[in-house]
Nanobody, 118 residues
């Protein structure tokens, strides 16, 4: 099981980034997928999740600004981040899991750093 995340970087407040995560084919189509983030000195938090049936959920702090999507043909999950704020600065992690009332994480990818600063 492998998850490879990319797309992080430095962006100014109000800017946009798109994160990508490529998953091994044995897990992608069956699993729900999610993005988490961890800011310095804080606990890791769930940012967005998408079920195998395309049902999506977002943390309140990113609703209306972030969009999670998946391309099953490419085994890829995306996180489009718009109107970024300094408080979005964190290491973002891709996860493959399953839905059981809430999202339940299983497999972790490496993180990609997003820095929002002027």
């Amino acid at each position: 099981v492998q998850l490879q995340a990319s797309g992080g970087g430095l962006v100014q407040p109000g800017g946009s980034l798109r994160l990508s995560c490529v998953a091994s084919g044995s897990i992608f189509t069956r699993n729900a997928m999610a993005w988490y983030r961890q800011a310095p000195g804080k606990q890791r938090e769930l940012v967005a999740s998408i079920s195998s049936g395309d049902s999506r959920s977002y943390a309140d702090s990113v609703k209306g600004r972030f969009t999670i999507s998946r391309d099953n043909a490419k085994n890829t999950v995306y996180l489009q981040m718009n109107n970024l704020k300094p408080e979005d600065t964190a290491v973002y992690y891709c996860n493959a899991g399953f839905m059981f009332n809430d999202y339940r994480p299983m497999y972790w990818g490496q993180g990609t750093l997003v820095t929002v600063s002027s």
